[in-house]
C-alpha cells in the first residue's frame, strides 16, 4: 500500500516539473516565441557541448513600445527543477549569464501593432562548461520575468539508439506505439539504476511524457529498455493544420476571413471528432510563421482573432477540451479552454495568432486538466506518424549536475504507409 501511494505521488508530481519543456508565456502582451537551431525551422533546442550551434530566438510585445529586454541563464535539473547547486561561475566558461537583448524592429502596415525582438545564443562571449537543461528567462526593467524558453545543452558520452514498435505490451496493431531503447555509455556508470535518466517525448509534448522507466537490462556496456510500459505512448492521430498566410482569402482549413475591427477575424472550418485514421503529412505540432503578401514576414505578418470549432455533444463537466499545439504553452491555458456552444452544438475558442501554418489538434483533459483522455476527440491508430525525442541524462553519485549525455530525435512512419 505505501508503494503504491508513492507510485500516485510521482505520477502526480512529475509532469509539472516537464511543462519546461515548451516555451512559458508570462505575460499577455507577449506573443509568438520562436526557437531555431542553427537557422533551421522546426528542430530541438539543443546545442552541442563545444561546438558552434546556435539558437535564433524571436518573440513580439505587442505594446508596440520599445522595452529593454534582458535574458539570463537558469540551470535546470533533469526533470526541469530549477538547481540550486551551481554557481554561474561553475557552468559557464565565458560569460556572466545576463545579456541585454539589443535587435528590435517595429511592425509594419499591420492593424495589430508589435516590436519584434530577436537574439541569437550563445552571445559570442558566453560559452559553456557543463551539458544539461537550461531556461533563458526574459525580464524586463522592472526585472518581470515575461518569458522562459527552455533550451539543452548535450555532450557526446552515449550512443541511444531507438525503435518504435506498434506490436506492444499493450496491443497488437491497435492503439499503441512502444519505444525501445539502448543505451551504450562511452564512460564508465557505476549504478545504471540510479544514476541514468531517460526522458522520452512525442511530438515534444510535456503532456504525455515518458519520465525515468526503469531499464529491463543493465550490463557493464549496454542499458536496455525493451518491454517498458512506461515507454509505451497513446498512438493518437494525425494533426489538423490551417494556412492563414494571407488575409485576401481563406486558405487552407479556413472557411472565411472578415475584418471587424479593430481584427481581422479568421474562421476556420468546423472539425469533427475523428472516426478513423486517414494519413496526412503534417508537421506534428509545429507552426511556421509566413505571409505571401509581404516580403518580411517577421514584421509584416498580422495578428488574427482565430476562431476554432469542434462538432461535438455535450461531454461531462469534468472533461474540457482544448486546443494545443506547438504555439501554445507548456500547459493548456484558459484561451485554449473550448467553450460549448448549444446553438451551433460546437466547443468553440479564439486564440490571437500571427499569420503562418498551422498545425493543432484538440485534447480532451480530465480531473481539473490533470489526466489525459486520450481516445477524444482525435482517437488513437497505430498507423500514426509522430516523432519523438528521447533524452538520456547522467548524474554521478556525490555529483552537483545532471549532464545530458545523448539524444535521439527522429520520425516514426509505419511500414505500410
Excluded at 42 to 70: A, E, G, K, M, W
Excluded at 180 to 191: A, D, G, H, V
Excluded at 218 to 224: A, M, Q, S
Excluded at 408 to 413: G, I, N, Q, T, V
Aim: net charge negative; proline share 5%; hydrophobic share 35%.
Amino acid at each position: 500500500m505505501r508503494h503504491s501511494l508513492l507510485t500516485l505521488i510521482i505520477a502526480l508530481f512529475i509532469p509539472l516539473c516537464l511543462m519546461a519543456q515548451r516555451n512559458e508565456l508570462l505575460c499577455d502582451h507577449i506573443k509568438t516565441p520562436i526557437v531555431k537551431l542553427n537557422g533551421e525551422w522546426n528542430t530541438v533546442p539543443c546545442i552541442n557541448l563545444s561546438s558552434h550551434d546556435y539558437l535564433d530566438i524571436s518573440f513580439d510585445d505587442l505594446t508596440h513600445q520599445y522595452q529593454r529586454y534582458r535574458y539570463k541563464i537558469v540551470p535546470m535539473t533533469w526533470d526541469w527543477k530549477p538547481d540550486t547547486r551551481l554557481l554561474t561561475s561553475e557552468f559557464l566558461l565565458k560569460g556572466i549569464g545576463d545579456e541585454s537583448i539589443e535587435d528590435y524592429a517595429e511592425s509594419i502596415n499591420t492593424s495589430v501593432a508589435y516590436t519584434h525582438y530577436s537574439f541569437r545564443f550563445p552571445a559570442p562571449n558566453t560559452e559553456f562548461k557543463l551539458s544539461g537543461n537550461y531556461l533563458i528567462v526574459v525580464y524586463d526593467d522592472s526585472d518581470n520575468d515575461v518569458l522562459k524558453i527552455p533550451f539543452m545543452v548535450a555532450e557526446n558520452l552515449a550512443s541511444l539508439s531507438a525503435q518504435v514498435t506498434t506490436n506492444t505490451d499493450i496491443d497488437f496493431n491497435n492503439r499503441h506505439q512502444q519505444i525501445t531503447l539502448s543505451l551504450i555509455p562511452k564512460i564508465n556508470i557505476r549504478y545504471p539504476e540510479r544514476e541514468i535518466h531517460i526522458v522520452a517525448l512525442q511530438n515534444g509534448s510535456p503532456l504525455n511524457a515518458a519520465i525515468n522507466p526503469m531499464p529491463d537490462f543493465v550490463t557493464p556496456t549496454e542499458i536496455k529498455w525493451l518491454r517498458s510500459r512506461s515507454l509505451i505512448f497513446s498512438a493518437g492521430n494525425e494533426f489538423r493544420k490551417f494556412e492563414l498566410t494571407t488575409l485576401r482569402f481563406g486558405g487552407m482549413g479556413i472557411d472565411h476571413i472578415r475584418w471587424f475591427s479593430p481584427y481581422y477575424h479568421a474562421t476556420l472550418n468546423t472539425d469533427k471528432p475523428a472516426s478513423n485514421y486517414i494519413y496526412d503529412e503534417d508537421t506534428n505540432g509545429a507552426f511556421l510563421i509566413k505571409t505571401i503578401d509581404f516580403d518580411d514576414s517577421d514584421l509584416e505578418s498580422d495578428y488574427v482573432l482565430t476562431h476554432f470549432s469542434l462538432k461535438s455533444d455535450p461531454l461531462p463537466t469534468t472533461t474540457t477540451i482544448y486546443v494545443d499545439g506547438n504555439f501554445a504553452g507548456p500547459s493548456p491555458s484558459e484561451e485554449q479552454k473550448m467553450t460549448y456552444n448549444p446553438t451551433t452544438q460546437c466547443y468553440e475558442t479564439t486564440l490571437l495568432l500571427k499569420q503562418g501554418y498551422y498545425n493543432y489538434r484538440y485534447i480532451t483533459l480530465s480531473n481539473n486538466g490533470k489526466s489525459i483522455i486520450d481516445d477524444k476527440p482525435e482517437g488513437n491508430f497505430y498507423q500514426t506518424e509522430n516523432r519523438y525525442t528521447i533524452y538520456a541524462y547522467y548524474c554521478a553519485q556525490g555529483s552537483r549536475r545532471d549532464r545530458l549525455i545523448a539524444v535521439s530525435d527522429f520520425r516514426f512512419l509505419a511500414s505500410h504507409k
